[in-house]
Antibody, heavy 118, light 105 residues
Framework: EVQLVESGGDLVHPGGSLRLSCAAS????????MNWVRQAPGKGLEWISF????????YYADSVRGRFTVSRDNARNSLFLQMNSLRAGDTAVYYC???????????WGQGTLVTVSS | SYELTQPPSVSVSPGQTASITCSGD??????VSWHQQRPGQPPVLVIY???KRPSGIPERFSGSNSGNTATLTISETQTFDEADYYC????????FGGGTKLAVL
């Protein structure tokens, strides 16, 4: 059974940093592309980052480029998102999501809540 | 940046067919997927590559993509199908539509 389990969400002050993790199991993690997608309270889905299976190709949404950094450790079946210079507008549930192709998402994690507030 | 447009809401009677559209420039040229999200739950993939169903998704769910519009069709709609539905495509980055709330009344 495919499982994606996010962790690291927390309440953080504006300007602060946070590191999210996603533990993958039940599939060949090293063969899959990975994404981070967020959802602000009561809003729709917003894609924020992509990393290829080998980690050599990375994309970011304009809203987070320069502040967020995605990485992965295929030996540990883990995906990460380092978030710096956090703003109130970054408040959202952050989902880790996998895809055998870069073109779509096959599986979603349960999400982890990040709240940016003073 | 590329945009996908969905109607905010669609209503359907139980047992009838619901159609949810997703519009984008030259969308026919891209693979479209659809994700279902029930309240308080993470999304679930229901259609990928325009019309393919993942294992475990009922045959009542079908998809098409032609011209500038992709369509998710749910036949014999049940109250269990009430959810938000998001279309998604790739155009130099991943893009989601704004979502459509399906009400089964």
């Amino acid at each position: 059974e495919v499982q994606l389990v996010e962790s690291g969400g927390d309440l953080v002050h504006p300007g602060g940093s946070l590191r999210l993790s996603c533990a993958a199991s039940g599939f060949a993690f090293r063969d899959f592309e990975m994404n981070w997608v967020r959802q602000a309270p009561g809003k729709g889905l917003e894609w924020i980052s992509f990393i290829s299976s080998g980690g050599s190709t990375i994309y970011y949404a304009d809203s987070v480029r320069g502040r967020f950094t995605v990485s992965r450790d295929n030996a540990r079946n883990s995906l990460f998102l380092q978030m710096n210079s956090l703003r109130a507008g970054d408040t959202a549930v952050y989902y880790c999501a996998s895809g055998y192709s870069s073109k779509w998402i096959d599986y979603w994690g349960q999400g982890t809540l990040v709240t940016v507030s003073s | 940046s590329y945009e996908l447009t969905q109607p905010p809401s669609v209503s359907v009677s139980p047992g009838q067919t619901a159609s949810i559209t997703c519009s984008g420039d030259r969308l026919w040229n891209k693979y479209v997927s659809w994700h279902q999200q029930r309240p308080g739950q993470p999304p679930v993939l229901v259609i990928y590559q325009d019309y393919k169903r993942p294992s475990g998704i009922p045959e009542r769910f079908s998809g098409s993509n032609s011209g500038n519009t992709a369509t998710l069709t749910i036949s014999e709609t049940q109250t269990f199908d009430e959810a938000d539905y998001y279309c998604q495509a790739w155009d130099s980055s991943m893009v989601f539509g704004g979502g459509t709330k399906l009400a089964v009344l």
